[in-house]
């Protein structure tokens, strides 16, 4: 039973940590740790909604037995019973209650206590915004009990505040593609109008020297080569600016959030656990924002392949001077020196580096690879 002083000091930690960590990721981490040690139970883990694609993805994890550290078992994809609920709209705050795991059931069917520790059973805690379905939190411990009605009570409000905090999230990032759109937006405008005088001063060069043909050949010649020298200066201005200002490969969103997107969409068809991080802010041209994000996606694409791989730590550290992207894995290793002819993943990863003005650096071994792309800022 959870006195009423008790859980107002539960719910206070959680909004606390919910507050202060600076990713939902680590909010989410922070709040499974909080609230297993709080109920006094022990493991927990949380699956999303990826916004772009619907799909479900597992975004924090905290003391998972070893039959679900498997990535394959830890798909979002594979159908489980709280994820079906979740979907059918079943479950909801006001029945939150303990459930058998599915994702567990043959280990548990087969005695495997070493790889499930003894855990059959978890409570599924929706994590909603306003009737709009974000989410699950799952808990549990070896020889689950049934929680009490306080408990029980006590895991919604949670999940109310988990909800918050992560449509929070999701809008502060919607505000920074809006924020980029607008610049794009008059950064487009103030080039439209550098070419259209550009243009302007051209039409004004050829119209005299047309004027003077058959006159002046010496004024023709004058007008002439001041219009070709305009209309290069604006040939090359426009290829620049089309270069900074296109779309490209980052699909509009600034760099980290395509990225997170990236790494969402990964876990969520590969099971592989992702943790993604950045350090400091970076000041990149589109050319370069497009070729890094190129370099993860094609990385993570070798780790999904080849690398049997658990798990994957994507960097992303800025300074004033350089950007550098990390993608390192624990899985197989394999010999950069050796690597088959018809495989041109790894050289188009170093072209790419290369057009941003960058590198790229390969390390491999037993203990798993190490793909490091740096370009100047």
């Known amino acids: 039973m959870v006195s009423s002083r008790r859980e107002l000091e539960i719910?206070?930690?959680?909004?606390?940590?919910?507050?202060?960590?600076?990713?939902?990721?680590?909010?989410?981490?922070?709040?499974?740790?909080?609230v297993t040690e709080l109920l006094d139970l022990q493991t927990g883990?949380?699956?999303?909604?990826?916004?772009?694609?619907?799909?479900?993805?597992?975004?924090?994890?905290?003391?998972?037995?070893p039959y679900l550290q498997e990535p394959v078992r830890m798909s979002g994809e594979s159908w489980c019973m709280c994820i079906g609920e979740f979907r059918d709209g079943t479950l909801t705050p006001r029945n939150v209650d303990v459930m058998e795991c599915s994702r567990l059931q043959p280990a548990v069917r087969a005695r495997q206590t070493d790889l499930t520790r003894g855990l059959a059973h978890h409570a599924s805690v929706p994590l909603s915004f306003q009737g709009k379905p974000l989410?699950?939190?799952?808990?549990?411990?070896?020889?689950?009990?049934?929680?009490?009605?306080?408990?029980?009570?006590l895991l919604g409000t949670i999940g109310l505040q988990v909800g918050i905090a992560?449509?929070?999230?999701?809008?502060?990032?919607?505000?920074?593609?809006?924020?980029?759109?607008?610049?794009?937006?008059?950064?487009?405008r103030e080039i439209h109008d550098t070419l259209a005088q550009g243009l302007s001063a051209l039409t004004l060069q050829i119209e005299t020297a047309l004027r003077s043909v058959g006159k002046d050949p010496d004024r023709v010649r004058e007008r002439l080569e001041h219009a070709l020298a305009t209309a290069r200066s604006n040939l090359d201005e426009a290829r620049r600016s089309v270069t900074e200002l296109r779309a490209a490969t980052t699909s509009g969103k600034p760099l980290v959030q395509a990225l997170a997107a990236l790494v969402r969409e990964f876990t969520s068809e590969s099971g592989i656990r992702v943790t993604f991080s950045t350090r400091g802010t970076c000041?990149?041209?589109?050319?370069?924002?497009?070729?890094?994000?190129?370099?993860?996606?094609?990385?993570?694409?070798?780790?999904?392949?080849?690398?049997?791989a658990t798990n994957v730590d994507l960097t992303?550290?800025?300074?004033?001077?350089?950007?550098?992207?990390?993608?390192?894995?624990?899985?197989s290793?394999?010999?950069?020196?050796?690597?088959p002819a018809d495989r041109h993943g790894i050289v188009g990863m170093r072209e790419r580096a290369r057009v941003a003005g960058g590198s790229l650096r390969i390390k491999s071994g037993r203990k798993g690879t190490v793909v490091i792309a740096k370009v100047p800022a």
């Open 11 to 34: 719910v206070g930690s959680i909004a606390e940590a919910l507050n202060s960590s600076p990713s939902v990721r680590e909010a989410l981490e922070r709040t499974l740790e909080l």
């Open 45 to 65: 883990w949380v699956w999303l909604v990826d916004a772009d694609t619907g799909h479900m993805y597992s975004a924090a994890a905290r003391n998972l037995p």
């Open 135 to 153: 989410g699950i939190m799952n808990i549990t411990a070896p020889a689950m009990r049934r929680l009490t009605k306080s408990e029980l009570r």
């Open 166 to 188: 992560i449509e929070r999230a999701r809008l502060a990032e919607e505000s920074a593609m809006l924020a980029r759109a607008d610049e794009r937006t008059r950064l487009a």
């Open 283 to 308: 000041a990149l041209n589109r050319t370069a924002e497009a070729e890094l994000f190129r370099i993860a996606q094609q990385a993570m694409a070798n780790v999904k392949q080849h690398a049997r």
């Open 316 to 331: 992303l550290s800025c300074t004033k001077k350089n950007a550098t992207l990390t993608i390192a894995d624990d899985g």
């Open 333 to 339: 290793g394999f010999d950069p020196r050796r690597v």
